[in-house]
């Protein structure tokens, strides 16, 4: 069923689910259900759907077909030779998400939770969104399946990432700016949640990355760990081997856990990079793993950015993707099991590979994937050039374009 | 009169046959000097007084309040303002209950134990944490049990058969019915289906039953006062301070007189 021009065929999407939480949706001390108790009721009726989905043929059926046809499934992973050669070390390998209908991975989940709404008999969807790409394929799978979509954004992310706003409005989304807080991705959340408190009955949230309360971490990694599944079928398939080291970048962590899920069981290095923003020694980051500790918000147990008093800190990232105080709980529970290796990528250093890729590739990455990318290039240089590692390239960077223009202090007419 | 003092309002008003007003307003909001007045007026009126604990993340909060959480934070309201708040409230207002109401995380980072032993200390009665459901609540509990707090819980239109008499086994002080699906200081719901409502949760537990969300009139108060034990106002007092936010005198006289509107109103209309 799968593109048969690529090497991956359909054996390689495995439906079951490894690494379960517990009843309760609890990876280890984290995650949980931590939300008022209007939503409980609407929470279980969304996991009792869920895992009906997930064992229904049909469901996954038509799932497989939409990533396939719609989506653009199976991504390439391409083999960055030139950049692996400039760079020096290990063989660079690039899962390329950016190849994906609306330009990132968050489509492998909208389309899943999208089929989900549509099974539920709900006609309206509302979606949170830092950088866009996850409003942006929100809108698009509201579009085709013809629901009504209301994406929550914080007002500082409209104004940095306006090509994704336009983009929303075009397919037909009700882009609603947030003011509240800090006017980022975390208020948008906030928003977000106030909407479905009170529209539970007919609406859908889909929520866009691995946080949020159970069951959303467990449906989120489900509908993404295609891309870890392909990357390690196409990595034994074309490099004969699989990777030394897999490398993503971590706002929330889903293009993370999807890249890294499938690969928890082989000897394989996972490594999740976060946004070091101006450096940890700083306070404008937003590396929740390196530097935050447990706490509760929307709705999960999970590393946060916060003060001493329990509030819940302003971050700071030069990608808006990444510019969230918390993670996913499972990434939190990976991490203290000692699964996870962290690593960071300041402002700069993610633009160097942005740079670099640009150049030498001729690739445009996301400024999210850009940090996973500077890291990668910093763990091949100490590596062998018969060792590799595998890059999640989540997203494409054309909704950058300004920040990068900014950043590098060109004006447009001297590009 | 046992020692507990939550038991001891709810019977005083059972005696003089009316149900009980529960104010809420957020510590430190606009700043914990003034904030302090607010609730000491806040008490005179209100059998059961509810202190707001900011929160950076309100999730469960209209405009109304989230915009009190900011200004309490930005004027720089700490865990320790918020028990020294609610001692002051204590030391005036002996006989009144003293609820502290708002998310998980500031207990978390605190510690459970160490939060319930400066909640008591401070004299405080019971403790309701919105987005802790009873699911996620052993630990919390257990911490509150031990420094003889109550556990306050919600239950919600939304909330089934089986989570109300979860809610119904585990809770302690009162019952707290979210008259809506939504969040706080929205439209009311239907006061028929709330009525109907309570009288399906007083089969299924003998704690008192109050009703909150969304109570902003005078007469909705008195309406639900009707047949509930109690009925919570949070976001109609918590306006009253931007309303009058350059105006301290202004802010103070206003919420005395809203307070004792709704007081007023729920005497006219007793059981």
Known sequence: MINELSDVPESVYDFSIRHAPDAGGHFGRFGGKYVAETLMGPLAELEAAFFEAWEDEAFQHERMRLLHEYAGRATPLYHAERLSQENGGAQIWLKREDLTHTGAHKINNTIGQGLLARRMGRKRVIAETGAGQHGVATATVAAMFGMDCDVYMGRE????????????RLLGANVIPVDSGTATLKDALNDALRDWVASCADTF?????????????????????????????????????????????VGGGSNAMGLLHPLRDDPVRLVAVEAAGRGLDTEAHAASLAAGKPGILHGNLTYLLENEEGQIQGTHSISAGLDYPGVGPELSAMLEAGELELDAATDDEALDAFRKLTRVEGIIPALESSHALAAGLRIAAAMRPDQHVLVNLSGRGDKDMNTVFKALGWTEGAV | ??????????????????????????????????????????????????????????????????????????????????????SQTRKQSPAAGIVLMGYANVAYAMGYDAFACQAALAGVDGVLLVDIPPE??????????????????????????????????????FIYYVSLTGITGAKMGEMGEINRQITQLRKQSDLPICVGFGIKTPEQAAEVAAFADGVV?????????????????AMIEAMDGVAGEMREAMLRRCK
């Open chain 1, 157 to 168: 992310d409209v104004e940095r990432q306006m090509p994704n706003v336009l983009r929303m």
């Open chain 1, 205 to 249: 949230y889909i929520i866009g990355t691995v946080a949020g309360p159970h069951p959303y971490p467990l449906m989120v990694r489900q509908f993404h760990v295609v891309i870890g599944q392909e990357a390690r079928a196409q990595m034994l398939a074309q490099a004969g081997r699989l990777p030394d080291v897999a490398v993503a970048c």
């Open chain 2, 1 to 86: 009169m046992s020692l507990d003092r939550l038991a001891n309002c709810f019977e005083t008003c059972r005696s003089e046959n009316r149900a009980a007003l529960i104010g809420y307003l957020t510590a430190g909001d606009p700043d914990p000097d003034v904030s302090a007045q607010l609730l000491q007026t806040l008490a005179r009126h209100a059998d059961i007084v509810e202190i707001g604990m900011p929160f950076s993340d309100p999730m469960a909060d209209g405009p109304v309040i989230q915009a009190a959480s900011e200004r309490s934070l930005a004027a720089g309201t700490t865990m320790k303002d918020v028990f020294r708040l609610a």
């Open chain 2, 136 to 173: 996620e609540s052993t630990e919390v509990d257990a911490a509150l049990a031990e420094h003889k707090l109550h556990s306050i819980r919600l239950v919600a239109p939304t909330s089934s058969e089986a989570r109300r008499e979860l809610a119904a086994r585990s809770a302690g002080g």
């Open chain 2, 233 to 249: 106002v949070g976001s109609q007092f918590v306006s009253q301070i931007s309303e009058h936010f350059s105006d301290h005198c």
